[in-house]
């Protein structure tokens, strides 16, 4: 008996062989030579590895592992800042950063060191309103920056702007590209060739849909990474990607919510769960212009119907719990709590009596068509029911949510509740931008309209006082429940899982990956 | 009179074709099985409401996710709903937009096919061109075009359906029409002073039809398929709706949690696709003059 | 006496992707109250041309180029077509050649022979009543229960039968047959010329009958008209016609009517040569290329219609008076 000259004996060791692999899933974190490899889940097809275009947080896992900024956010529990390339960074005054550079941090592809010139070009093509960049506003408040020696210069503001240390320096939009590079090669805009690298890694190969490897940037001076190789293998699939988990394909994968209950009572041997607040916010809102929701009765209504905590238990399995606003809690201006804590049917009913709806109304609730998503509109629209409200549940593609209920041309008004998440840097100026009256036609869909709002917005990212920072968002996020165009619902939470013999380094909210702080336990 | 003449003028019995065809139909056992499953699915469709042990829309999100029990026959899924019931309420949607979509397609169909076969020349190049143009569309595309349009409802999934199998029954009316039009009797019927309306509704609609009902019978489990595979995209009927696509839609999402989700979404699919496939083609055989059998 | 339908130089042309073919060329017909008149002529003279053009059924590719129809005094041609269903069916009707096409399968006899009443207010069941005593005067046995039958039911002679009765049933000024035994065997062909007969006691119309059997015209009509490619070569009283042909084309014909020869031959006569293209017609007579007595007129033009006697005329330059 031969299968294709493949003894009996020798197939039967082979089998074991695997079979031996295939029980102790996972374990084999070195192998390949030698190598020490570590096997991460990407859960979305890598297509833009640019500071200024990136567009998930998978990009910003590579980009920072291949460059680096003057600071980066520090994982671990608590959110803060350490230095990068930047040996000494002061804020002198408001308005004026002034950095020193270390020497001799050296660009791949011989393209010299890191110099305060890349520093400058880095941020000012950002900056520069002309370039048109996706996260311009991360700079929008730059002068410029002045270089005032090879390895020294200062950044000038044109005003306060207190994100910079929190969502601008230490993020994506801080990171340091090689100026040279880009002149040489005569290009405007990364997509996935990185040119020129000055973090621990460099890619190895690129794969967008299907794998990313990175391997040790030989240059690399700084503290070794613990692992010769990262692959990132693309899996889109969550279901998909706990199989391939628990088969030892991958060593660390983000999870659904879903699974968390789940995993929660019996974990897949020799693993471990993380489950972290997220920074994001989910809210039930309702535009406040058009049809019955013109009343601020029938919103303050529609505040006091919403059961919440079954909302959360509908959508999360009850894993996640309450928000008490857009800021989540552990930054500046989070709020202690709701104005609106518990439902109210019979305060609601009588609102909507008052306004003229005694027996409710029909309207529809419009969400991104996602498990938790939708799950959370149908036990919200089983709320509204309570009190006559027939809210029916509109599935819609991110995009087609977002082209109804921002149009400017008057579409918004087909809607009458959405349930929206907006994802979350750790300033409270990013929460409470998209609420300002300049955005209504874009993303704030409630049409939410408040001078004291808008003014607090503009004065608070100059505001040096982190008290009155503070109390401020505080305030806005009062004057946003008041309009009754809010139901604040949760933060949500990042899960993720990965192998025991694995040690990750995660930001504080566990969304994003430090890949040279991993080590083997 | 000759003796062929005599004998064939002798009254046979008075019969019925549709008794033969339904003594056809239940000697085929396959046949036999199409037809038991659709009364099955009809009968559970028009008694839902004393079938079903719970109410479908009832949400109990802490009761979600249960093994099937005696209380709950198929489990909870991830709202605690109960699934058993929304299977069966499942069943009277897919029923109900299956006939409403292949009836309104069978007459429109029906209407422009005829147009087209019996109508000026013009007017037959111009519906010919449509319908080529509507096939040539891929059904899926045209669905996400709607639905981005309309937003996602039955009345959406009715009408992408409806416009997408108008061609099909009109591409085979029109060329029984054309092919009726040139044959004796129509002209016998003309000679003897019948206008156009009388024509086609006296005389080519009645050759038309059985043929028509027989692929129609065949069309409705691709119309629940439709269905389904929108309702499993996302697009289809909305929730809370309970539709087999939809329950197993969320069934996939949690099939780590709760595998039967997907089994009680599928099975009836499968099943209803099959009852059926079986009997529209035991029709079609029993319908087949030249198949001389009992 | 006032004729019930006079046709008068009438030509018709189908437009052809092989260009015009002239069908009918200046055609003259006359049919009288209450008389059979015969037309015969090989396949493809244009006999169903001039019957379809009488019903107003000619495909859509034909158009009446010349000549007029005259039905009970009323001009036909040009006619709009609802005014053409009225006289279809009511005054005018026909029987078509195939039995086994010429019913509509799906439909019962009863409903078929019920919905051509249409016009009538008699309620259903007098149409019904109506139907079945016609049923019977064309001889179906049992025709109360043989009514309510599928057409797959009957044979081809029953079939035939029941086409009449339903062309009958309204009682027509004028019926026109076209070729109604062609499809039949001998002993049905006879049954059914013999029904005919039997029915003109009944039926006090005009009979239009087209064949291409001599000896069923013999047997039938007072009066024939012979074509020959498109054109109407001959017309006479039947007798007349059988006893003093006067168109070469006609004893060509009657020379080879296989019931008329009498001795005992091998091979069966027949017409030298082929019928013209009438997309590209020859001048002179039509006839011409296969006509033994054709002389140097014939070649040069074509002959007009000369009389030969009373009610017999002929379109041959033999009989010229001029």
Same mark, same amino acid.
């Given at each position: 008996?031969?299968?294709n000259?493949?003894s009996?004996?020798n197939?039967?060791t ?6 031996l692999?295939a029980?102790t899933?996972g ?5 390949q030579g ?9 859960a ?21 592992a291949v &460059?680096q900024?003057?600071?980066?956010v520090k994982p ?5 800042w350490?230095k990068?390339?930047a040996?000494?960074i ?8 002034r ?6 941090v ?5 393209f010299?060191?890191?110099t305060?010139?890349?520093?400058k070009?880095?941020?000012e093509r950002?900056a520069?309103?002309?370039n048109k960049?996706?996260y311009r506003?991360d700079?929008e408040k730059?002068?410029?920056?002045d270089?005032?020696g ?8 044109k005003e306060?702007f207190m994100?910079?240390?929190l969502?601008?320096l230490p993020?994506g939009?801080?990171?340091v590209i090689?100026?040279?590079?880009m002149e040489?090669?005569?290009?405007q805009?990364i997509?996935?060739d ?6 621990p ?6 794969e ?6 990175l391997?040790?940037n030989?240059l690399?001076?700084?503290e070794?990474?613990?692992?010769d190789e990262i692959?990132y293998?693309v ?6 990607a706990e199989?391939a988990f628990?088969?030892g394909e991958?060593?660390?994968t983000?999870?659904?919510i879903?699974?968390?209950?789940r995993?929660q009572?019996?974990l897949?041997?020799?693993s ?6 997220s920074l994001?916010y989910w809210?039930?809102?309702?535009q406040?212009e058009d ?5 601020i009765r029938v919103r303050?209504?529609v505040?006091?119907a919403?059961?919440?905590d079954?909302?959360?238990e509908?959508?999360?399995f009850?894993v996640?719990?309450?928000a008490t ?7 500046l201006g989070?709020?202690p709590?709701n ?5 109210d049917l019979?305060?609601?009913?009588k ?6 709806f005694?027996?409710?109304?029909k309207?529809d609730?419009g ?6 998503f939708?799950n959370a ?11 006559g409200?027939?809210a029916e549940v509109?599935p819609?593609d991110s995009g087609?949510?977002k ?8 579409? &918004?008004n087909?809607?009458?509740l959405?349930i ?10 990013w929460a409470?931008?998209w609420?300002v ?5 874009e993303?704030?869909?409630?049409r939410?309209k408040?001078?004291e709002?808008d003014?607090l917005?503009?004065?608070l990212?100059?505001e040096l ?15 946003m429940?008041?309009s009754g165009?809010?139901v604040f619902?949760?933060?949500?939470v ?6 025991d013999?694995v ?5 504080p909210?566990?969304q ?5 702080k991993?080590?083997?336990? | ?6 004998a064939?003028a002798?009254p046979l019995?008075?019969e ?8 056809r139909?239940l000697a085929?056992?396959l ?6 499953i659709?009364v099955?699915l009809v ?8 079938l079903?042990t ?6 109990a999100?802490?009761?979600?996710m ?8 198929l489990g909870?899924?991830q709202?605690g709903?109960d699934?058993?019931?929304r299977?069966?309420y499942?069943?009277r949607i ?6 409403t979509?292949?009836?309104l397609?069978l007459?429109g169909?029906?209407v422009?096919g005829?147009?087209?076969g ?5 007017l037959?190049?111009? *519906?010919v061109?449509?319908?080529?143009s509507?096939?040539s ?6 669905a996400?075009a709607?639905?981005?349009l309309l937003?996602?409802?039955l ?5 992408v359906?409806?416009v997408?199998?108008?061609?099909v029954?009109g591409r085979?009316?029109?060329i029984?029409t054309l092919?009726?039009k040139e044959?004796e009797f129509?002209?016998a019927?003309?000679? *003897?002073g ?5 024509v086609?509704?006296s005389h080519?609609?009645p050759?038309v039809?059985?043929p028509?009902?027989i692929l129609a019978s065949m069309e409705?489990?691709v119309?629940i398929?439709i269905?389904?595979g929108?309702s499993?995209l996302g697009?289809g009927v909305?929730?809370?709706t ?8 969320e069934g996939?999402?949690?099939i780590?949690?709760?595998p039967w ?5 599928g099975?009836p699919?499968?099943?209803t696709t ?6 529209g083609?035991?029709l ?9 059998r009992? | 006496?006032e004729p019930?339908l ?11 992707p092989r260009?015009?073919v002239?069908?009918?060329r ?5 049919v009288?109250?209450g008389?059979?008149? !015969? ?10 041309t001039?019957?379809s053009?009488?019903m ?7 158009q ?7 039905f ?6 040009d006619?709009?077509e609802?005014a053409w269903r009225d006289?279809?069916g ?8 195939d039995p ?6 799906v439909?019962s006899?009863?409903?078929q022979?019920?919905?051509i009443q ?9 149409k019904l009543?109506k139907?079945i005593?016609w049923?019977?005067k064309? !001889?179906?046995a049992d025709?109360e229960q ?14 035939q ?8 049933l ?5 019926l ?6 062609t499809a ?11 029904l005919?007969k ?10 239009l009958f087209?064949?291409?059997n001599?000896g069923l015209?013999a047997?039938?009509?007072d009066?024939?008209v ?8 001959e017309?006479a ?10 168109h070469?084309?006609?004893q060509?014909?009657?020379t080879c009517?296989p019931?008329?020869i009498e ?10 040569g ?7 017609l020859?001048?002179g007579?039509i ?7 054709a002389?140097?007129?014939c ?15 002929v379109r041959?330059f033999l009989?010229a008076?001029?």
């Amino acid at each position: 008996m031969a299968f294709n000259g493949l003894s009996r004996r020798n197939f039967l060791t082979t089998a074991a062989g695997a079979a031996l692999v295939a029980t102790t899933p996972g374990t084999e974190v070195v192998a390949q030579g030698g190598l020490k490899i570590l096997k991460s889940r990407c859960a979305q097809a890598i297509e833009t590895l640019d500071p200024g275009w990136r567009l998930g947080t998978v990009d910003d896992d590579i980009m920072r592992a291949v &460059w680096q900024g003057l600071i980066s956010v520090k994982p671990g529990e608590e959110w803060g800042w350490e230095k990068q390339l930047a040996s000494d960074i002061v804020q002198e005054s408001p308005t004026r950063i002034r950095f020193e550079l270390r020497k001799g941090v050296p660009w791949s592809g011989g393209f010299g060191e890191v110099t305060a010139e890349d520093v400058k070009f880095s941020y000012e093509r950002i900056a520069n309103p002309d370039n048109k960049m996706a996260y311009r506003t991360d700079w929008e408040k730059l002068a410029r920056v002045d270089v005032t020696g090879t390895h020294s210069g200062v950044i000038h503001l044109k005003e306060p702007f207190m994100p910079l240390w929190l969502s601008t320096l230490p993020a994506g939009s801080g990171l340091v590209i090689s100026k040279k590079a880009m002149e040489a090669k005569g290009i405007q805009k990364i997509t996935t060739d990185v040119l020129a690298v000055c973090g621990p890694y460099r890619i190895k190969t690129m794969e967008p849909r299907r794998i990313i490897v990175l391997e040790r940037n030989p240059l690399w001076q700084g503290e070794k990474p613990a692992y010769d190789e990262i692959h990132y293998i693309v899996i889109l699939d969550a279901n998909a990607a706990e199989i391939a988990f628990e088969a030892g394909e991958i060593d660390f994968t983000h999870l659904p919510i879903a699974s968390v209950a789940r995993l929660q009572k019996k974990l897949p041997p020799k693993s471990k769960l993380i489950v972290k607040p997220s920074l994001a916010y989910w809210w039930l809102g309702m535009q406040s212009e058009d049809g019955p929701f013109k009343d601020i009765r029938v919103r303050q209504a529609v505040q006091h119907a919403i059961d919440v905590d079954m909302v959360l238990e509908g959508a999360f399995f009850g894993v996640a719990t309450r928000a008490t606003g857009i800021i989540a809690p552990g930054l500046l201006g989070h709020r202690p709590k709701n104005l609106v804590e518990k439902p109210d049917l019979a305060r609601a009913k009588k609102l909507l009596a008052d306004a003229g709806f005694p027996n409710g109304f029909k309207t529809d609730i419009g969400v991104r068509n996602s498990a938790e998503f939708v799950n959370a509109a149908q036990v919200a629209a089983a709320s509204l029911a309570k009190v006559g409200i027939q809210a029916e549940v509109r599935p819609f593609d991110s995009g087609a949510q977002k082209a109804l209920a921002g149009d400017k041309a008057g579409g &918004w008004n087909k809607m009458g509740l959405h349930i929206v998440r907006f994802s979350m840097q750790p300033d409270p100026s990013w929460a409470t931008a998209w609420f300002v009256s300049e955005q209504v036609g874009e993303w704030n869909w409630e049409r939410f309209k408040n001078p004291e709002f808008d003014k607090l917005h503009g004065s608070l990212t100059s505001e040096l006082d982190e008290k009155k920072r503070d109390q401020g968002y505080q305030r806005m996020q009062d004057l946003m429940e008041q309009s009754g165009s809010y139901v604040f619902l949760t933060h949500g939470v990042n899960a993720a899982i990965h192998r025991d013999t694995v040690v990750p380094a995660l930001s504080p909210d566990a969304q994003r990956q430090f890949w040279n702080k991993f080590k083997p336990a | 009179m000759t003796t062929a003449d005599a004998a064939l003028a002798t009254p046979l019995p008075a019969e019925r074709a549709w008794l033969i065809v339904v003594r056809r139909l239940l000697a085929d056992p396959l046949g036999t099985l199409g037809l038991t499953i659709v009364v099955l699915l009809v009968i559970s469709a028009l008694s839902a409401d004393w079938l079903a042990t719970h109410d479908p829309f009832e949400l109990a999100p802490r009761q979600r996710m249960q093994d099937p029990s005696p209380d709950h026959w198929l489990g909870t899924d991830q709202l605690g709903r109960d699934v058993f019931s929304r299977v069966i309420y499942g069943g009277r949607i897919a029923l109900w937009v299956s006939l409403t979509a292949v009836s309104l397609s069978l007459f429109g169909g029906l209407v422009l096919g005829m147009l087209a076969g019996y109508g000026p020349r013009w007017l037959d190049n111009a *519906l010919v061109l449509l319908f080529d143009s509507v096939r040539s569309f891929p059904t899926i595309m045209f669905a996400l075009a709607m639905v981005t349009l309309l937003g996602p409802s039955l009345g959406t999934i009715i009408t992408v359906i409806v416009v997408a199998s108008i061609p099909v029954y009109g591409r085979i009316v029109r060329i029984q029409t054309l092919s009726l039009k040139e044959t004796e009797f129509v002209l016998a019927e003309r000679a *003897l002073g019948a206008g156009p309306i009388r024509v086609l509704f006296s005389h080519i609609l009645p050759n038309v039809i059985g043929p028509l009902l027989i692929l129609a019978s065949m069309e409705i489990p691709v119309v629940i398929t439709i269905e389904a595979g929108l309702s499993f995209l996302g697009l289809g009927v909305r929730p809370p709706t309970p539709t087999w696509g939809s329950i197993l839609q969320e069934g996939y999402q949690y099939i780590r949690d709760t595998p039967w989700l997907v089994i009680a979404g599928g099975l009836p699919l499968i099943l209803t696709t099959l009852g059926f496939t079986f009997l529209g083609e035991a029709l079609r055989d029993a319908f087949d003059p030249k198949l001389n059998r009992p | 006496m006032e004729p019930l339908l006079d046709i008068r130089d009438l030509s018709v042309e189908f437009a052809t992707p092989r260009g015009k073919v002239k069908a009918l060329r200046r055609i003259d017909l006359t049919v009288r109250p209450g008389r059979i008149v !015969g037309i015969v002529g090989e396949s493809g003279c244009g006999k169903s041309t001039l019957v379809s053009a009488v019903m107003g059924l000619l495909a859509g590719n034909a158009q009446v180029t010349s000549g007029s129809i005259a039905f009970e005094g009323r001009q036909l041609r040009d006619l709009p077509e609802p005014a053409w269903r009225d006289i279809r069916g009511r005054r005018l009707a026909m029987v078509f050649q195939d039995p086994m096409t010429s019913l509509n399968p799906v439909i019962s006899i009863a409903t078929q022979m019920i919905d051509i009443q249409h016009r009538d207010d008699a309620s259903r069941g007098d149409k019904l009543k109506k139907a079945i005593a016609w049923l019977a005067k064309v !001889g179906i046995a049992d025709p109360e229960q043989r009514i309510e039958d599928y057409p797959h039911r009957f044979s081809g002679g029953m079939r035939q039968r029941i086409a009449i009765a339903m062309a009958l049933l309204m009682n027509p000024a004028l019926l026109i047959a076209d070729e109604p035994t062609t499809a039949l065997d001998v002993t049905l062909e006879a049954q059914i010329i013999h029904l005919i007969k039997q029915l003109r006691s009944e039926f006090d119309g005009a009979i239009l009958f087209v064949s291409h059997n001599l000896g069923l015209i013999a047997e039938i009509c007072d009066e024939v008209v012979v074509m020959y490619a498109g054109e109407v070569v001959e017309h006479a009283e039947i007798r007349r016609l059988f006893h003093s042909p006067s168109h070469p084309y006609t004893q060509l014909l009657l020379t080879c009517d296989p019931a008329r020869i009498e001795s005992e031959e091998r091979t069966l006569p027949t017409i030298g040569g082929t019928v013209p293209d009438l997309a590209h017609l020859p001048g002179g007579c039509i006839f011409a290329a296969r006509c033994p007595e054709a002389f140097e007129r014939c070649r040069a033009e074509a002959p007009g219609t000369y009389r030969v006697a009373d009610g017999h005329s002929v379109r041959c330059f033999l009989h010229a008076d001029d």
